[in-house]
């Protein structure tokens, strides 16, 4: 069955940088679109950068130029290098299989969250 580990997640201080993964496992990764979301106390879970089979990105206006979304399929990983990070991005960090389609963004099979706190 599919299984997705997120990790990496911490306490960092507004302007620092920190680095999420994801690791993938029970199905054929390099054929699978991946994603990240979050969601912050009190708000909708929201998409912030996918990955297609391809390599192409797309990101979140609020996050573009500041978090970049990576795979590395030797690995079955995905990443999410997150600087510059706000106070406005802590949340409750989750991977996902799925995209961004028509404008709206899907998640399909689900990893369990990494928080990341930015005080």
């Known amino acids: 069955h599919v299984q997705l580990v997120e990790s990496g997640g911490a306490l960092v201080q507004p302007w620092g940088s920190l680095r999420l993964s994801c690791s993938a496992s029970g199905f054929t990764y390099s054929t699978y679109c991946f994603s990240w979301f979050r969601q912050a106390p009190g708000n909708q879970r929201e998409g912030v950068a996918t990955i297609a089979t391809d390599g192409t990105t797309t990101y979140a206006d609020s996050v573009k130029g500041r978090l970049t979304i990576s795979r590395d399929n030797a690995k079955n990983t995905v990443d999410l290098q997150m600087n510059s990070l706000k106070s406005e991005d802590t949340a409750l960090y989750y991977c996902?299989?799925?995209?961004?389609?028509?404008?709206?963004?899907?998640?399909?099979?689900w990893g369990q969250g990494t928080q990341v706190t930015v005080s």
């Open positions: 996902a299989t799925g995209g961004k389609y028509g404008g709206k963004w899907f998640g399909v099979d």
